[in-house]
């Protein structure tokens, strides 16, 4: 698991894994502030250094995949954590104007985006974002988690969702070396063939090794289709399989991560978090953000029959682990309900939109999808890949005929680790 879910696993592993603790990447979170102290707008109740902006973006995608509109107050909230450079950190006082301390975070200003893009009302700050993480490319072609660090798999990932969701032409984006987004997530893929082939290593070892990393590879199959993180409701196709050769395209790079993902589901039906070296229980735990993650990406590479047994697994635990985990974590299997063409508003029991709407201010406009639509093609149903989507256009119709008027609120942008 990486860094930028840190805040959310620390919250979750409290109740449902007592004895396992945060991988070795994820630092400590800061004590959990009172909800008092926390800014109007706001989703969520615990403390938002590490996550502020990344939960915030991740509860406005899932929302509107489900057709509410969130409150103007929380998307003004996200607004205003932009920096004038276009960069979001991971959470900032906003009363204050961005300086040489801001940590500026290309995780947040790639989601943030994103959900600036499913709102569909703010595209100067969606321009100024992409503007900013334009000029902070490293010369691999990739992003790293801040600018300057070296280039990893998920930052990579969520940068290329964003550029792509904003209309961005990624092969245009070439260094002076020649390489572009995808030369830099390609880079982080082990070949087929050998042991975990097909997977994605977050990083290589200080010696050029790639170690498979579940998390990354989920993060990775999104980005190197070019998707965001809001990705539709997609048919199954044939079974991945993994290709070989060293000229693979990046299609094939991100089927290779289903195939990998596929097969690491296949057992359990979810994903392990490691424990924290030297923990008394040294047993894996269920990773449930990064099972919902794998869901979304083999649902969006065409192969969510592989992801039916998580899918069933995270509702049978979906209640404790997203009432504990918050909004990113209530978002997460929103997003994962909806790639697989699961009823959010009764997944495992549990009304996910509606807990989701309840961490937050109450959203300005809520439809509920017309029961006779189902299954729509990709194209029509991938919120990700541009226009307002055909269960937006149902909603409107719906409420339209009820005499109720919607109105579209602007938004900004967070990040969780």
Not at 72 to 87: F, I, N, P, R
Not at 152 to 170: C, K, M, Q, W
Request: charged content about 15%; overall charge negative; hydrophobic content about 40%.
């Amino acid at each position: 698991m990486t860094v930028r879910r840190r805040a959310s696993a620390l919250a979750i592993t409290a109740v449902l894994c007592a004895a396992a603790a945060p991988t070795a990447v994820a630092a400590p979170s800061p004590s959990p502030s009172p909800s008092s102290d926390l800014p109007a707008g706001l989703y969520g109740t615990e403390d938002p250094t590490y996550d502020g902006v990344w939960r915030q973006s991740l509860s406005f995608l899932a929302q509107r995949i489900e057709l509410v509109t969130p409150a103007t107050e929380a998307v003004d909230w996200l607004v205003g954590q932009q920096c004038d450079s276009g960069a979001f950190a991971s959470y900032r006082d906003a009363s204050k104007p961005c300086d040489d301390t801001t940590v500026a975070d290309t995780n947040a200003t790639g989601a943030a985006i994103q959900a600036f893009m499913e709102l569909g009302n703010n595209r100067p700050a969606v321009d100024n974002g992409v503007s900013w993480l334009k000029s902070v490319q490293n010369k691999d072609g990739g992003w790293g988690y801040n600018p300057g660090s070296p280039s990893d798999a998920n930052s990579t990932a969520v940068v290329i969702g964003a550029l792509a969701r904003a209309g961005v032409p990624l092969a245009d984006l070439t260094t002076a070396d020649g390489k572009t987004p995808y030369t830099a997530l390609q880079s982080f893929a082990l070949p087929c063939g050998g042991e975990d082939g097909g997977a994605f290593a977050y990083q290589p070892d200080k010696d050029g090794g790639l170690t498979a990393n579940a998390d990354a590879t989920a993060a990775a199959v999104l980005g190197a289709m070019g998707k965001g993180m809001a990705a539709g409701n997609s048919n199954a196709v044939k079974a991945p399989t993994c290709h070989k050769g060293d000229d693979l395209t990046a299609e094939q790079s991100a089927q290779n991560g289903a195939f990998y993902l596929a097969g690491a589901l296949a057992g359990s039906g979810h994903l392990d978090s490691p424990p924290m070296p030297g923990a008394e229980d040294s047993a894996p735990r269920p990773d449930f953000g990064n099972t919902a993650d794998a869901v979304v990406a083999l649902a969006a590479s065409g192969h969510k029959d592989k992801a039916a047994k998580a899918v069933a697994f995270l509702e049978k635990n979906a209640r404790d682990w997203a009432e504990e985990g918050g909004p990113a974590a209530t978002a997460q299997l929103v997003l994962a309900a909806h790639a697989t063409g699961v009823d959010a508003r009764d997944f495992g029991g549990v009304d996910l939109v509606r807990q989701l709407n309840a961490t937050g201010p109450a959203p300005a406009a809520t439809a509920v999808p017309s029961p006779t639509v189902t299954d729509p093609q990709p194209e029509e149903a991938d919120s990700g890949d541009g226009g307002l989507g055909v269960w937006w256009l149902v909603g409107i119709g719906l409420a339209f005929g009820a005499g109720v008027g919607f109105l579209l609120s602007g938004r900004r942008k967070n990040q969780q680790p």
